[in-house]
Nanobody
């Protein structure tokens, strides 16, 4: 069973960088594509980025690829989200999730999910 735990959230100032990490305590991480989503208060969960199981291909939601970078280390069973030039609108709970799909941004195609980590960006 895949058990995902997100780490690295916190409170930062606009323009700062933050790196989130998702660790898998299960056994099938290396066979799954992985993604990050975020959910701001009062809003629906939003797709952020995904990476294939080899770590060779990625895709991003909207224009986030210009500031966010997803990567993974299969030897460590981790997938990271590097977030640069953070803005107040990036404030959200960030979730990682596994998927057997590709080029999908629908949360229905992802699972299981981690418990999320809070990122707060102040102006």
């Amino acid at each position: 069973q895949v058990q995902l735990v997100e780490l690295g959230g916190g409170s930062v100032q606009a323009g700062d960088s933050l790196r989130l990490s998702c660790a898998d305590s299960g056994r099938i991480f290396s066979n799954h594509n992985m993604g990050w989503f975020r959910q701001a208060p009062g809003k629906e969960r939003e797709f952020v980025a995904a990476i294939n199981w080899r770590g060779t291909n990625t895709y991003y939601g909207g224009s986030l690829g210009g500031r966010f970078t997803i990567s993974r280390d299969n030897a460590k069973n981790t997938v990271d989200l590097q977030m640069d030039d953070l803005k107040p609108e990036d404030t959200a709970v960030y979730y990682c999730a596994a998927t057997m799909g590709w080029q999908t941004q629908s949360e229905r195609d992802f699972g299981p999910w981690g418990q999320g980590t809070q990122v707060t960006v102040s102006s």
